[in-house]
């Protein structure tokens, strides 16, 4: 992922810690998924694949600090945005710039091994999300008791409950050491103590100074976590504002 340069020509009055510049990607989706199915397509004069829009000429700046949700109807480019902002896609065209270390809870659970223990998968995981050995034996502790599954945390994942695993997967994303903090829908995993603890916890990193995008159905929960408010659709900025306008926003338009 590209950095933002600290050159002279970044003015130190804004520190942007996001930026999205005319950015466009498309998909290519097949139709077929065997050479059968390619072949009886292409006797039936039936398309195989085409392209699909999913962000058009998107142009974006989030700055350091700064807590913002993206918000939008299923389909408007929410989590493909944060994923091109994290890193795992990269833009059809355009430019995506980030300052500082970036830590997605985009998949949360992603790169856990069924095969290995809860506590072989928090330093895997943590790995994953750029921690050295050192900061994760540091956090350990926390990670574990932030998770509620101390007991457990021996045990392999694989006879893990999904509300266990949620729970460690997102206690090792959370104690990672970062300056950007994405959360795509995990807002809505785990019992509702859980959920208020996991906001609580978004709130204290953004609280320290650190920058907070936030994608959620929870209109609520993006209200009481984020300032800004960027509405979606069909891969274009429709409102840039505050979260309670965008909201209003998007339930006049529902």
């Known amino acids: 992922m590209p950095k933002i340069s600290d050159a002279a020509t970044v003015q130190a009055a804004s ?16 139709h077929t ?18 392209d699909f829009t999913a ?28 994923k091109l902002v ?18 997605g809870l985009i998949e949360v659970g992603a ?14 995981n943590a790995a994953i999300l750029g921690m ?16 509620e599954i101390g007991r457990f945390i021996d045990t392999e994942v694989k006879f893990y409950s999904s509300g266990m695993f949620v729970r460690l997967a997102f206690a090792v994303a959370i104690h990672t050491q970062m300056d950007i903090l994405l959360v795509d829908e995990v807002l ?6 859980f959920q208020k603890k996991c906001l609580q916890k978004i709130r204290d990193f953004h609280d320290s100074g650190k920058t907070v995008v936030v994608v959620t159905h929870d209109l609520g ?3 009481r976590v984020c300032e800004r408010g960027v509405l979606l659709d069909h891969g274009r900025v429709i409102l840039d504002g505050t979260s309670k306008q965008a909201v209003e926003r998007l339930r006049a338009g529902e």
Do not use: C, Y
Request: glycine share 8%; net charge negative; proline share 4%.
């Open 221 to 223: 929960a993006a209200q």
């Open 188 to 193: 809505a995993v785990g019992d509702e103590p």
């Open 111 to 124: 790169g856990f091994h069924p095969d290995l223990s809860g506590r072989e998968n928090v330093f895997l």
């Open 33 to 50: 998924h065997s050479m059968k199915e390619t072949f009886v397509a292409w006797l039936k004069k039936k398309p195989i694949a085409d």
């Open 15 to 30: 520190r942007p810690a996001i930026v999205l510049d005319h950015v466009h990607k498309d998909f290519h989706l097949r």
């Open 86 to 103: 994290s890193g795992v896609l990269q833009p059809t065209s355009g430019t995506v710039l980030t300052r500082g270390r970036v830590a």
């Open 132 to 147: 050295t050995r050192e900061e994760t034996e540091a956090k350990f502790d926390d990670i574990v008791a932030f998770s």
């Open 55 to 82: 962000i058009e000429d998107l142009s974006l700046t989030i700055e350091e600090g700064e807590s913002v949700a993206l918000l939008g109807l299923n389909g408007s480019g929410k989590s493909t945005t944060l």
